[in-house]
Structure formats: C-alpha cells, structure tokens
C-alpha cells in the first residue's frame, strides 16, 4: 500500500496540470464579476495571490564554491612563477562564484515570469479577440 509521500508525489502534479488552472481562472474571471461579501472577497484575493505564488519558480540558495587549498596556490606559484601573494585568495575567488551562480538563477527565475506572463496576456489577447 502506497504511503502519503507517495500519493502526494503522484497527486501533485495531477493537482498542479489540471485543477489549478480551472480553479484559478473561476477565480479570477468568475467569482471577480460576482457580487461577493467583503470577506469573501478578501478570500478570493487571497487565493488568487496565493496561487500566484505557486506559479512562480523554486527559490534556490547560491551553492558554495569550491575552495583553493593553500597547498594548490603553492603548487601553482611554483609551476607558473606567480607569487601567491598576485593570486586572489580563496575567499576571493568563491564569493565571485556565489555572485556568478546567484546572477544566473536570477536570469533563469526573470526568464520564466516573463514567459508566464507573456502566456498570460498572449491567452487574455485571445478570449479578447473572440469576444
């Protein structure tokens, strides 16, 4: 017999590809014409928000770079004749990694909302048109 974290890892995506995008969009585009309740209309909004939520990519901590050994400086200030001194420090050297990896997630993470969005306003263009 399955477990929980089994049937959620099977339910979820099920949840996420087919009843999220109904429900959201009774949300916004039905219950948004209704005439609601003040609280009811603080719960729509919520969910609408909450939702949006959803949409939005992964969050991902930079990774830590790999660390230089003073050994591996040595080793290199003999075979190039660089003294280790003119050699940025391992310090140095990761936290451009960390500001390097953590600018690419951040272009990733802009790519998607801006093809999310554009799907959006692509799929409010059509029912537009059709009206």
Known sequence: MPNKTQVEDVVS???RAELLPGI???LVRALAHEKL???AERQRQYFVERLDILKLPPSLPPRAG???SLELLEETEEKSG???ELVPDAKQI???IEKDFAAKQREISRNLLTS???DKEDEDEDTDSSK
């Open 116 to 118: 999310v969005s554009s």
């Open 24 to 26: 959201e969009d009774f």
């Open 94 to 96: 990761e936290s451009e």
């Open 66 to 68: 790999k660390r230089i």
């Open 82 to 84: 660089i003294p280790a």
């Open 13 to 15: 995506p099920v949840l």
């Open 37 to 39: 309740s003040v609280a």
